[in-house]
T-cell receptor
Framework: GAGVSQSPSNKVTEKGKDVELRCDPI?????LYWYRQSLGQGLEFLIY????????KSGLPSDRFSAERTGGSVSTLTIQRTQQEDSAVYLC????????????FGPGTRLTVT | TQLLEQSPQFLSIQEGENLTVYCNSS?????LQWYRQEPGEGPVLLVT?????EVKKLKRLTFQFGDARKDSSLHITAAQPGDTGLYLC????????????FGKGTLLTVNP
């Protein structure tokens, strides 16, 4: 079956502009996660959804970052007024409700803020 | 805060050599996952180990979970260029905690 998909694969934006990153999880996976991966920094947890609710937003680095999930499926991560330090690869993962430790990742969106 | 330390950070070897990558923590994990990530791709789940002392084999890859469930190792026999990638370990602290703790990874290059 289809894996996790993300779009766009690459995004170049000017400092100060808003961007939207999309994630389409594996069908039937109720849990969805957003991570950020910067060179040499590993994977940084951003937010977790169970269904449409986000019980844990603790990893969002600032109030410029927000995310939503609709219909228990597609999720959008929005970054407002982008800064150069937002440049990174943004990864989305999904898992079943039961085996949340086995997360399946999408290919990521590489964001470059110029 | 739980941390997972991976070593070595970088490893460059010749095709046919054996290697071991380590993932260590002072914290106990309910399970531990190993992922491989290739350039431009997301991490791909290789294996989950759950029981202390557990050994799992995936072709030429052998994964071991420490008896105390604080550490893990990945051993590759007769490495091939196709094994090149970033190897990440991730720990799950169990219960209702869904958040994985990731190590920073070992970047493996296998030269032909």
């Amino acid at each position: 079956g289809a894996g996790v998909s993300q779009s766009p694969s690459n995004k170049v934006t000017e400092k100060g502009k808003d961007v939207e990153l999309r994630c389409d999880p594996i069908s039937g996976h109720t849990a969805l996660y957003w991570y950020r991966q910067s060179l040499g920094q590993g994977l940084e947890f951003l937010i977790y959804f169970q269904g449409n609710s986000a019980p844990d937003k603790s990893g969002l680095p600032s109030d410029r970052f927000s995310a939503e999930r609709t219909g228990g499926s597609v999720s959008t991560l929005t970054i407002q007024r982008t800064q150069q330090e937002d440049s990174a690869v943004y990864l989305c993962a999904s898992s079943s409700r039961v085996t949340t430790y086995e997360q399946y990742f999408g290919p990521g969106t590489r964001l470059t803020v110029t | 805060t739980q941390l997972l330390e991976q070593s070595p950070q970088f490893l460059s070897i010749q095709e046919g050599e054996n290697l071991t990558v380590y993932c260590n923590s002072s914290s106990v994990f309910s399970s531990l996952q190993w992922y491989r990530q290739e350039p431009g791709e997301g991490p791909v789940l290789l294996v989950t180990v759950v029981t202390g002392g557990e050994v799992k084999k995936l072709k030429r890859l052998t994964f071991q979970f420490g008896d105390a469930r604080k550490d893990s190792s990945l051993h590759i026999t007769a490495a091939q260029p196709g094994d090149t990638g970033l190897y990440l370990c991730a720990g799950d602290s169990g219960g209702s905690n869904y958040k994985l703790t990731f190590g920073k990874g070992t970047l493996l290059t296998v030269n032909p």
